[in-house]
């Protein structure tokens, strides 16, 4: 079972994205995303493994992500993603992921495989969600947003946040602490954690 991590950023109210791109830019948060989801020991890398949504909203320059594995998930196997990897299911990502020997493993979006691996339990074998970067937007409240990721912190959640120390050691970087602001929006980077 391979420990698998979601990286997003998302409103108070979970919204991630609107009309098929994020609802906001902000380049430092941006470069958060990037530099976490790169960041491998020597020798070895990364896999991000996406819904073939959230690769239609990469800007093709972009894409595949570099320096890192791009694994992206669509039950339409004559999809065309160029030199990234394409597997019919999350499963089948996940599995790809661990005979590439990729360090980690990152869930990128959209809301349906978000939704999905959040749902995998220890005793499903391939993998298990048992860390989340979510970088919160505090301000404004973006309601136009249309996809939105599970309230995962809602109800009995068994999710505990970590301190930003911990934070900082596990992403191998130093991260901006507290509130943040960029083009007049608020937003902080948080890690919440679960034991399998
Ligand atoms: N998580 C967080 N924290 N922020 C995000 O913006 C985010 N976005 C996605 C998933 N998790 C996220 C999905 N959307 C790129 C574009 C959209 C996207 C993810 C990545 C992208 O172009 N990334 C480039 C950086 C480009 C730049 O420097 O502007 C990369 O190399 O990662």
Redesign the pocket.
């Known amino acids: 079972m391979s420990r698998l991590t979601i ?3 998302a409103t108070k109210s979970n919204g ?1 994205g609107q009309n098929g ?2 609802p906001w830019r ?2 430092k ?6 530099r ?3 960041n491998a020991p020597e020798g070895s890398s990364n896999a991000v493994i ?1 819904g073939r949504n ?1 690769w239609e ?3 093709v320059k ?2 595949p ?4 594995s791009n694994i992206v998930v669509s039950r339409n196997a004559s999809y065309d993603v160029g030199s990234a990897k394409l597997e019919s299911g999350l499963q089948a990502a996940i599995k790809r992921m661990n005979y590439e020997k990729n360090a980690r493993g990152f869930i ?3 809301a349906s495989l978000y939704a999905e691996s959040l749902a995998l339990t220890p005793s499903s074998a391939v993998g298990f969600v048992d860390r989340i ?3 919160r937007i505090v301000s404004p409240a973006f309601d136009e947003c249309d996809v939105f990721m599970p309230d995962f912190l809602g109800g009995t959640s068994e999710w505990k946040r970590a301190t930003h120390d911990a934070l900082e050691a596990w992403v191998g970087f130093e991260v901006a602490e507290g509130v943040q602001t960029e083009n007049g929006i608020e937003y902080e ?1 948080q890690m919440w954690v679960r034991e399998p």
């Open positions: 990286i997003v950023a991630i791109t994020l902000l380049p948060e941006m470069a958060y995303f990037a976490a989801t790169a996406m959230t909203s990469i800007p972009f894409r992500l570099k320096n890192r990128i979006g959209g970067l979510l970088t980077f």
